[in-house]
């Protein structure tokens, strides 16, 4: 699975923007965000659709989620407001 490309993170800006938006969060590169010191949420791009490494919880690996559909990133952003709730 690769990182996705620019092309791919101009289809995803809705949701970028919206992680943008999180004052914890810190987009170091486009796509990449880092919650304090530690990298926080990427994106990839699969035959299977679109994906995102979160890092829910600080302290435990990277969770994969998929975030090809509507209903798929608005998971995702709902995932993200508890992960930053804490």
Do not use: C, N
């Not at 969060?25 to 679109?50: M, Q, V």
């Not at 690996?61 to 798929?72: H, I, K, N, Y």
Request: hydrophobic share 40%.
């Amino acid at each position: 699975m690769k990182h996705a490309t620019p092309s791919t993170l101009k289809e995803l800006t809705p949701l970028l923007d919206r992680l943008r938006s999180f004052d914890e969060l810190i987009e170091k590169s486009p796509g990449s965000f880092y919650r304090k010191s530690k990298a926080f949420a990427h994106f990839h791009e699969d035959p299977l659709g679109l994906f995102v490494d979160v890092r829910l919880v600080a302290t435990e690996p990277f969770t994969r989620l998929r975030v090809t559909t509507q209903r798929e990133r608005a998971a995702f952003i709902a995932e993200v407001k508890r992960a930053l709730a804490h």
